[in-house]
């Protein structure tokens, strides 16, 4: 894991640079809020319901406005994108198909799914410098580790 985090913290990880692809997105976001949505994970974990709300009048698909049957759809998105049931897809357990991305094994994509999940992997020492170069890398942008 140490080694990971050395990656990261220096840039080298898989599908380039992760601060730079944050930060352009929610500035983007900012700029053209009509077409781009800058959601975070632990708003949907915190609010899902809502989120996915959000989400759908984003796409100009939003539920119903009878409460039962906005409900009820609402929920079968919830359950059709849960965590719990993608990771026991077929298309999901083999790393079949990874030719064009062979680094990651699709196995990687499909932890526990809980906010804080990193606790369970990183020392305090590598989360001090993770926050220290994610306070330097957001500086500025109107995000910041409150935000996460």
Known sequence: MERAVEGFCGGVIPYGPFYKHVVEYWEESRRRPEKVLFLEYEELCREP????RRLASFLRKPFG???DNGDAEVEKVLWRSSLNRLKEL????SDEGLELAPIIPKSSFFRKGTVGGWKNYLTPQMAHRIDLLTEQK???TGLSLDDF
């Open 49 to 52: 319901k809502e989120q996915v």
């Open 65 to 67: 406005l009878d409460e």
């Open 90 to 93: 077929e298309v999901n357990k």
């Open 138 to 140: 957001l500086q500025g």
